[in-house]
């Protein structure tokens, strides 16, 4: 059956962190798909090691039978971090059902609205038809969480990106970045990608797609810097491009439910009308490209 809501998530080093992210997804979702490296292997080819207790909590919470286990062989020595990510995203789309909409999750990432988000989607049926001659991505935006600091807090970037979850294609080119047109959703997912400890963030720099393309040693020695009494001295955060995270902000709370309760959603969230105009200018561009190339 087609116009599904399929989740996939790719599980490796930071697979505890599902236990944050699934329960955000699991009510309105059809199908949860885990892809696992068959040999327990990242991109980089290092060794994971899941522990089987993680297993038995999936099968707990799986109580309406929703989660697919996906094992193949992921990590090809030949091919690049990145090109492995593209590869596995690829293949985890195959099994999700093209004619469904495809939702690639990352296990740091946690919805906060995962219902509206699916509302949404089906007001965007239409595009399941003919998916690969119309295809889109959906955006909505991330709340990127920058650094822990002990039980007072958490710094957090202060403006939200954008984030391709969803596609009704999965031609992926750069991790699901599939570079066709975009729908902005009003929306926000609380990101965790960076507020953990030195050694977790080497683990994560060492192995992920974008293992190439960043300074590790000048990015930690900033990050280890930073704190809730200088982040208002410095800018530019972003490890790969700096200037794209220009500031941070600090919003209290010892766990990710309170930084949930505590941070200010009223002043994060884009405008309506910004996400019209981005919207607007993604309709522009995509036409344009259509007479183009005709």
Known sequence: ??????????????????????????????????????????????????????????????????IVI??????????????????????LAGKMGIGNWLIQIDSDEYFLDFKSFVAYLKTKNHYLENPEKNQIQISPFLINLYKKIGDKGMLYVEKPTKIMVATNYPSYKVGRQTRKRI????????????????????????????????????????????????????????YIEPEKWKKLAFVKGKTIDEIKENIELK???????????????????FLFKIFLFK
Request: proline share 2%.
């Open 183 to 238: 729908l902005y959703f009003k929306g926000l997912i609380l990101h965790e990608s960076l507020s953990r400890t030195r050694e977790e963030l080497e683990i994560k720099f060492n192995n992920w797609g974008h293992d190439v393309d960043i300074n590790k040693k000048q990015f930690i020695e900033k990050w280890e810097l930073v704190d809730e009494t200088n982040y208002k001295t410095m800018k530019n955060f972003f």
């Open 70 to 91: 996906y094992e193949d062989k992921f990590f090809i020595p030949s091919m690049s971090t990145m090109q492995c990510e593209v590869r596995e995203r690829k293949m």
């Open 1 to 66: 059956m087609s116009g599904k809501i399929q989740v996939g998530y790719l599980v490796s080093y930071d697979y505890e962190l599902l236990k944050y992210s699934l329960p955000t997804v699991y009510k309105d979702s059809d199908t949860i798909f885990l892809a696992i490296d068959i040999n327990r292997k990242t991109w980089k080819g290092d060794d994971v090691n899941i522990d089987p207790n993680f297993f038995d909590w999936i099968s707990s919470f799986d109580v309406d039978n929703k």
């Open 267 to 285: 002043s994060i969230l884009p405008s309506d009308f910004y996400i019209f105009k981005k919207n607007l200018g993604q309709w522009f561009k």
